[in-house]
């Protein structure tokens, strides 16, 4: 099926899959893994999918020399000569996550998160909704018959 002679069925399916890729965005918990620095500020933040797994929030201290390199977002090396790393489930993006006001940071990580899936989540959702009334406004397409005939 030719996309130019049959546009309706085709956007369709596009306006299906941009919903489920929105639906993903907004639905699928997400796990923020960061530092904190001497100020109990959050930096060099990392995100990974929890797809369904029970997680762990985890706050532990390592050496600031353990990775054999002074990081300078985190000052002289942490305090006392520690770095803390922060492994925080931040939920969906319509929640938060069990621990994320009792983390260090954890507020402000779990935000820095989930605000762009948040508004990509909602611009892509808005727009899968409103091009599945719009596909049916599209030419039908005239079917091989017809082409052959011009």
């Not at 029970?54 to 020399?65: E, I, K, N, R, Y």
């Amino acid at each position: 099926m030719n996309p130019f002679r049959h546009p309706r069925p085709w956007a369709r399916v596009a306006s299906l899959v941009a919903l489920g890729f929105a639906l993903w965005l907004l639905l699928v918990p997400r796990i923020a893994l960061y530092y904190v620095d001497d100020g109990g500020a959050p930096y060099d933040v990392d995100v990974k999918y929890a797809w369904g797994r029970g997680t762990s929030d985890q706050v532990m201290a390592l050496p600031a020399d353990l990775f054999g390199e002074e990081d300078p977002a985190a000052g002289s090396g942490g305090k006392d000569g520690f770095l803390t790393s922060v492994r925080l489930n931040c939920g969906l993006v319509f929640t938060s996550g069990e621990n994320e006001a009792d983390s260090p940071g954890g507020d402000e990580a779990c935000s820095q998160v989930e605000t762009p899936r948040l508004i990509g989540g909602i611009g892509l959702g808005v727009l899968a909704v409103a091009g599945l009334p719009l596909a049916g406004r599209l030419p039908q397409g005239k079917g091989r018959e017809a082409w052959e005939r011009t």
